[in-house]
């Protein structure tokens, strides 16, 4: 990849800094949020505890002193992940594990993953269950059949689509929607209301529509995710939204293309969570809450994809951070860089490697572009 930090086609929070996003000016909180009660997703620990703050939004704090190297916290509840096409033969669909560029030796050419081991596919059928490997297999077969026509989103400075015009743009197909879901059902014997040319027609269409590769992984991904584990949704809702999470209008564009591909070729069971407003809730809460999938053998130069732990995203940023963060396998640890004392916020950046040598200005730049937030960390202050 030419520009490691501009990956194409890929979800709207990761463009530029593909680090964790939350925006320490955040702080929204679902309605069935009282300021004393944290979501079930929080992380925990007898180190720190999670709290509201007037100013920056949920934070952690310690609660005694901490040494510094101490691991303070493992995360490893990902909900969803993308892993970009174009490293779908080098990076274990499982572990993210990388070699180097090396194609890894366990293929699974009707999902189109391939792992480090047995084990690793083994675990990524168990955890995607019958459903999921139906899935992706419908999406790897509709894929391959298209030749190379992912359209590339170019510009990231292009104007964010507001909210009325993301409603409006949904709304657009709604009844074309209804009309695939329509033929599906009639396909699988199912559905009260008989298909007619006009049904398959709208499905027709949909499928002959423009792919994007990724936005369709990173949507599956989702979708799975609430099918497989639906008591811990609520972990999703209760993240942090962004009520404009495209980047501009090509990005709309695409999920909302996506969706419409997703009705087409998804197993029937799925049907019922390929919704409009699930789609747009996975881009809302993806959006101020991922994490960049990167290499751990070179300092992290490649950006494999991206997803989000729910709990590794109440860290709030910081340009002089005190944790450290770093993944192994499909978890996050996160350490004590320096001494702490009891009461600090626990902290750690959203920056990228190179990003975090900028100058103040820059940074702040960077920060406001990808999580709109106007750092006001003591390191920014004092280098004011
Ligand atoms: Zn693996
Ligand atoms: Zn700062």
Known sequence: MADLESPPSVSPSVYNAPSISRPSSCSSAPPDETPNKLPASAPKSFLFEVRHTPTAGRAVFATQDIAEATLIFRSDDLTLSVLLREYRREVCGQCFSYDYGRDLGFRDKNAGFVFCSETCHGEWMRENGDI??????????????????????????????????????????????????????????????????????????????????????????????????????????????????????????????????????????????????????????????????????DEGSEFFGYGCWPAASYFNHSCAPNIEKRRGGRAWEFRTGKNVKKGEELNITYLSGEERKLTRGKRMQTLKRNWGFDCGCEQCEVEQ
């Open 132 to 297: 999921g490997v139906q899935a992706w297999s419908a999406v790897e077969t509709f894929v391959k059949k298209r030749s190379k026509e992912d359209s590339e989103m170019v510009d990231v400075d292009l104007p964010r689509p507001k909210s009325k015009d993301i409603t409006k743009a949904w709304d657009g197909v709604a009844a074309q929607a209804e009309h695939i879901r329509i033929a599906r059902a009639n396909e699988a014997g199912q559905g009260a209301i008989q298909a007619t040319k006009q049904h398959h027609k709208a499905l027709q269409k949909a499928l002959q529509a423009p792919i994007s590769p990724d936005v369709m992984s990173f949507c599956v991904s989702g979708l799975l995710w609430h099918h497989n584990n639906p008591s811990d949704w609520n972990k999703v809702l209760a993240l942090a939204a962004d009520s404009t999470p495209y980047h501009n209008i090509d990005d709309l564009h695409a999920f909302i293309r996506t969706y419409l591909h997703l009705l087409a070729i998804l197993p029937i069971p799925l049907l019922p969570f390929v919704t409009a407003e699930s789609i747009f809730l996975l881009s809302s809460r993806d959006s101020h809450n991922s994490f960049g999938i990167r290499s751990l053998e």
